[in-house]
């Protein structure tokens, strides 16, 4: 009994002991740690444990700036392997940026390659310390030799790692180093940070990416071999290294509602997602959503569900469709509301199939489901299968999303999909899927407006003609246009126009956006209306720029765009002519919806 005593005594020291030194840690005082490290030392009646060896370790490495606390933390890791303390993956990585602030890379690195020798697997922080200090002191196959070290471990770098090297790559002027950089980023990232976008910048401004290429430009690959390489890379890229040559054009742009790039013309691509890889994610949510809704095997009902009343070609994420605007509480949740995103997203995608609405059951119950209309509405869906009310204590995010993976059908909701239950997911496939499949709406007094995905990929591309466009991060593409950084080689395919008023080409009219465009019934009316009431001079001047009829593939304008505007001349000088006649109609006001 009294040996029982004496160990709750002993493990509510060793608890205050951690508590101490956790609140120590959540608050950087380093300080206090070594105080406590050392009272432990002297007193002699306890000794310090893997975990709090740690914490002492974690937070010398975080204020290893002085000279003291890069002492202190050497001297408690020698005491560690002293008491024989058994390191592990925290203890490595902490000593490793210990090494950094000593500016030891061979250090920091030797700490990744002792976890290997004890069998303890590495992260990504673990390599970190090394890869940072050789980068930035240059010691560049230093640097590319813990990359390596990182990849065959199957550690995978994120984008700041990918920075680093490829700054150092740049600085260098490798420009084999660049390219496959480049390529790892678009594989790595769907948009790049602010920095890593002056890095690239950096690059197609140099010397070296002037002459990127130059040992190849006399045996180019033909056009068929860079189209067989996009086709076999499932679009988006090539990666025969760099093509075209000279000097290269970087431009901040912007794309059109067809994906085409506002400054070179190029049409950027959609990049096929892998069949494989969407089952495998169906397959592994399916996994994750079973551990998670364990309670009565409901997620497995769910399934039981689908194979019953499915397929679908449209899922609505009901919570975020009907709390949309609203105040959040059972007063706020709109079924009218939900009710017009139901049907709109039907007759937008111009499916015969009811969308799937997917609701948590207590809002079927609540004070907004007894009125009449709401009651109506869920009987309509009730009676057409087309509702699935989720049990209490069940997280509706796993049942929309899965629902949506499994029959490869849109998605509508505005939710952001951020929080923990999505990094769960990962962040290579899923990001894709979601640019493919989420539609976001935005509502009005008339009907709701969806915010279909885009017709191409949010993704570092490489044209078959040589041609970069790098996404940057921030903008939406619905409130806000996203920036795109165009990076061309003069002369890729475009021509410069310096006549303002040369007369456009027949076989390459200039078109106007898709949402600026009549249509081909109203552009007709609009063109004989105009001619009853303009004088002739003006008739022959619109005749002479005669607007081109809208096509559902708008021709290539890259011929006709100048790399150095953002606008075509000609655009301005249609639309004055245009409005001038419309000034000279007295009878009958025409608006050419330019």
Request: hydrophobic fraction near 35%; include cysteine.
């Amino acid at each position: 009994m009294e040996e029982l005593k004496v160990k709750r005594r002993k493990d509510s020291v060793e608890l205050d002991l951690q508590h101490t030194l956790e609140m120590c840690s959540k608050h950087a005082n380093v300080m206090q740690a070594l105080e406590l490290y050392d009272k432990v030392v002297a007193e002699g009646s306890m000794s310090f444990d893997q975990y709090c060896f740690n914490v002492v370790l974690y937070l010398c490495s975080s204020a290893a700036t002085g000279e003291f606390c890069l002492k202190r933390g050497f001297q408690i890791y020698e005491a560690m392997k002293l008491q024989g303390v058994l390191p592990n993956e925290a203890t490595f990585t902490a000593v490793a940026r210990l090494a950094v602030a000593k500016g030891d890379g061979d250090l920091a690195f030797d700490m990744v390659k002792q976890m290997a020798e004890a069998k303890i697997t590495p992260r990504l922080r673990s390599y970190s310390p090394a890869l940072y200090t050789y980068c930035k002191h240059k010691i560049a196959d230093k640097a590319f030799e813990v990359d390596e070290h990182m990849r065959a471990a199957g550690v995978r770098p994120e984008e700041a790692e990918l920075e680093a090297v490829l700054k150092l790559s740049v600085e260098l002027g490798l420009e084999d180093k660049v390219y496959s950089l480049l390529h790892r980023l678009r594989a790595t990232v769907r948009e790049v940070s602010a920095s890593t976008v002056g890095v690239v910048q950096q690059w197609f401004t140099s010397t070296a990416a002037v002459n990127a290429g130059k040992l190849n430009w006399s045996n180019l690959p033909q056009t068929d071999a860079v189209k067989k390489a996009v086709e076999r890379g499932g679009g988006g890229w090539h990666g025969l290294g760099w093509l075209g040559k000279g000097p290269w054009e970087v431009n901040t742009s912007q794309l059109d509602e067809e994906g085409v790039c506002q400054t070179c013309g190029e049409r950027l691509v959609t990049i096929d997602l892998d069949p494989r890889e969407t089952e495998m994610f169906a397959e592994s949510l399916f996994k994750l959503a079973c551990q998670r809704e364990a309670k009565n095997n409901e997620f497995r009902k769910f399934q039981a569900w689908l194979d019953q009343h499915g397929p679908f070609d449209a899922i609505v994420d009901a919570a975020n469709v009907a709390l949309h605007n609203q105040n959040f509480g059972d007063r706020g949740f709109n079924f009218y509301q939900l009710n017009a995103v139901v049907n709109g997203i039907q007759k937008k995608i111009g499916s015969n199939r009811e969308p799937l609405v997917l609701l948590h059951h207590q809002r079927t119950k609540g004070r907004a489901a007894t009125a009449s209309s709401a009651m109506s509405i869920l009987k309509r869906w009730q009676n057409a299968d087309c509702i699935y009310t989720t049990p209490t204590g069940s997280n509706d995010d796993w049942y929309w999303l899965y629902a949506a993976v499994r029959y490869k059908c849109v998605l509508v909701t505005n939710d952001e999909m951020r929080d923990h239950l999505f990094e769960l997911l990962g962040n290579e496939f899923f990001p894709k899927w979601k640019e493919r499949h989420q539609v976001r709406f935005t509502l009005n007094r008339k009907d709701p407006v969806f915010h279909m995905p885009p017709p191409y990929s949010i993704v570092i591309q490489e044209s078959e003609k040589g041609s970069w466009h790098i996404p940057k991060s921030g903008g939406d593409d619905i409130a806000m246009p996203r920036e795109w950084l165009c990076v061309c080689r003069p002369g890729d395919q475009r021509v410069e126009v310096t006549e303002p008023e040369e007369q456009l080409s027949p076989k390459e009219p200039h078109l106007p956006r898709k949402s600026q465009r009549p249509k081909s019934s109203e552009s007709s009316s609009i063109r004989h209306e105009s001619e009853e009431c303009m004088p002739v001079a003006m008739i022959f001047s619109a005749q002479k720029v005669e607007v081109a009829e809208p096509q559902e593939q708008p021709p290539s304008l890259k011929k006709v765009r100048s790399p150095r505007r953002s606008h075509l001349p000609y655009s301005s000088t249609i639309l004055q002519k245009l409005k001038a006649a419309e000034r000279m109609c007295t009878e009958k006001p025409i608006d050419f919806q330019i």
